[in-house]
């Protein structure tokens, strides 16, 4: 098994940046494509960006396309997440989730394992 912890939420400005962390701990960040989702009070978690296990691929929801950038550290076991250019919007809590698959996954259920999540709120 691999547990995820999410880093890195906070309150910022519209058009201010974060860098979300997630960091892996048991089995290592390399046996897993990877993933990031989102949630807010009252909706449907949401897919945000994906990278495959080899990091040669990713793919991003058409909301944050040229926003945000999914990268993964795997000598240091550890997904990030870039985003930039934040709107209100984007505010939701905010996850890391790790599938064994080496292929990148869009929907909630094609993820096994998941983090805690990180809250990110953006002001206007």
């Known amino acids: 098994q691999v547990q995820l912890v999410e880093s890195g939420g906070g309150l910022v400005q519209a058009g201010g940046s974060l860098r979300l962390a997630c960091a892996s701990s048991?089995?290592?960040?390399?046996?897993?494509?990877m993933g990031w989702f989102r949630q807010a009070p009252g909706k449907e978690r949401e897919f945000v960006a994906a990278?495959?296990?080899?990091?040669?691929?990713?793919y991003y929801a058409e909301s944050v396309k040229g926003r945000f950038t999914i990268s993964r550290d795997n000598a240091k076991n550890t997904l990030y997440l870039q985003m930039s250019s934040l709107k209100p919007e984007d505010t939701a809590i905010y996850f890391c989730a790790a599938r064994t698959d080496a292929g990148i996954g869009l929907r909630p259920n094609e993820y096994t394992y998941w983090g805690q999540g990180t809250q990110v709120t953006v002001s206007s």
């Open positions: 990278i495959n296990r080899i990091d040669t691929v990713t």
């Open positions: 048991g089995r290592t960040l390399n046996r897993y494509a």
